[in-house]
């Protein structure tokens, strides 16, 4: 499984972005998909998650109703839609695969990653 994740750039305060994570195997699109941020001196941190076929998404509080996860299986690609974005958003973003069909809070319960994609957002 090769993950490719894109879309990162710098940002003001409020904008938006979107990252891509694109999958080069066409039977991950059978596993739940993770996007986590690590901000620098940070824990990697969960941002969004999504079951295998997009009915469930799950956010922790900080991100919720800013951020949209959602997937395009054709595609094999998940998407991160950012809006209102603030400068603690700041952070490389990974994307990652599931070992089961669901997401996870857990980073430990994937075991295909992406390379990250950095983030910046100016105040």
């Known amino acids: 499984v090769q993950l490719q994740a894109s879309g990162g750039g710098l940002v003001q305060a409020g904008g938006s972005l979107r990252l891509s994570c694109a999958n080069s195997r066409r039977t991950s699109s059978n596993n739940g998909m993770g996007w986590f941020r690590q901000a620098p001196g940070k824990e990697r941190e969960f941002v969004a998650g999504i079951s295998w076929n997009g009915a469930s998404t799950t956010y922790p509080d900080s991100v919720k109703g800013r951020f949209t996860i959602f997937r395009d299986r054709a595609q094999n690609t998940v998407y991160l839609q950012m809006s209102s974005l603030k400068p603690e958003d700041t952070a490389v973003y990974y994307c990652?695969?599931?070992?089961?069909?669901?997401?996870?809070?857990?980073?430990?319960?994937?075991?295909?990653w992406g390379q990250g994609t950095q983030v910046t957002v100016s105040s």
């Open positions: 990652a695969a599931s070992r089961s069909s669901y997401s996870s809070r857990d980073a430990s319960q994937y075991n295909y």
